[in-house]
């Protein structure tokens, strides 16, 4: 019999990564796996219970939120408040930084930064989704009240990141910055069990994720580059393969295991980029680079990028390094 290894089995073995938490991480992501569990709980219903659809509000990202977005918002968000870990979260779905109340929140190390269900859109039609989360540790005083400091701050400073994706089967997948693993979710025992330990992007891929519905608002390097995708080169491997789900979790998670690159490129609508750059960028950029891949703006490293604002929007590019690499260079090409 294979011997299973828990998440939380691994956590603790993996401790001594991750020394100044005595404990405090395992802590943390036992929040997350108990409100991922709730989640994917809920998603499961989707169709039978009244969970699908529109709230008829939007959120600060004038994005239509629909019921799942708002229920795993408050399912993630009480789950980590419930621990005395963390000071505060920010969140996809809030306005603004929550900072928690009670003393033994204020007297905790950590913020949290999340997109509580990515792709919410696609729950409807039964496509995969997911959680998305990053860990900093504060900079402002233990014992005070969380401030926008906390969240405000470069990706490299990230003590952990990860996501969850509920598909055909439900992961958990995180880094503390030594390496990147992955636990499959086991409904029978109620436990995430460690399937994909150490995973590694491929330096090259054969996919290419974008929706392609925008190519006429597309920079002209990434015109060139997705030409460059379509070409028959067979030496050199292509053409790709164009695969989009429209969920970035789903959508990274696929190119993480098989080697791919996603792209979400400034367009006429969106100058800045679409995804955010504290709670869906920076996590996935610290991912990817601990798989040996890379993340960029298109000019410079993602997880350099200093934010200025909670909900700040960036271009993204992120995957196997070489493919990365060759979307820089279109772009510089263009540039100059």
């Known amino acids: 019999m294979t011997d299973i290894r828990t998440l939380g089995e691994f956590i603790v073995e993996k401790q001594s990564d991750f020394p100044h938490a005595s404990g405090e ?138 996501y969850v994706i509920y598909g055909s089967s439900t992961m958990l997948v995180y880094t503390t910055g030594n390496g990147v693993h992955g636990f499959t979710y086991d409904p029978s025992l109620g436990v995430f069990c460690l399937s994909h330990e150490n995973m590694q992007i491929p330096v090259n891929g054969n996919i290419y994720s974008i929706n392609e519905g925008n190519y006429i608002r597309f920079p002209l390097g990434v015109k060139k580059y997705i030409k460059y995708c379509q070409e028959y080169v067979p030496q050199d491997n292509r053409p790709y393969t164009s695969r989009y789900i429209g969920s970035l979790v789903a959508d990274f998670h696929r190119n993480l295991l098989k080697g791919g690159i996603y792209l979400y490129p400034s367009t006429a609508n969106y100058p800045n980029g679409k995804l955010r750059l504290l709670y869906e960028c920076n996590p996935m950029a610290l991912l990817i680079e601990q798989a040996g891949g890379r993340a960029t703006d298109g000019q410079q490293r993602i997880l350099d990028l200093v934010p200025t604002e909670l909900h700040q929007r960036v271009p993204f590019f992120v995957g196997s390094t070489n493919m990365v690499n060759k979307v820089e260079a279109f772009l510089h090409e263009i540039d100059e």
């Open 25 to 162: 991480l395992s802590s943390l992501l036992g929040s997350i796996k108990l409100a991922a569990k709730i989640v994917n709980r809920e998603i499961n219903k989707a169709g039978l219970a009244d969970i699908t659809g529109s709230v008829g509000a939007e959120n600060i990202q004038g994005e239509e939120q629909q019921k799942l977005d708002l229920y795993a918002n408050d399912k993630f968000k009480a789950a980590l408040e419930a621990r005395d870990q963390v000071c505060g979260i920010a969140s996809e779905e809030e306005d603004l930084a929550v900072s928690f109340k009670r003393q033994l929140n204020r007297d905790a190390k950590y913020v949290v930064l999340m997109d509580p269900l990515d792709g919410s859109s696609n729950i409807d039609v039964n496509v995969s989704v997911g959680t998305i989360f990053s860990i900093y540790r504060r900079i402002s005083p233990v014992g005070s009240p969380a401030i926008d400091a906390d969240f405000l701050q470069p990706g490299h400073r990230q003590v952990a990141a990860g």
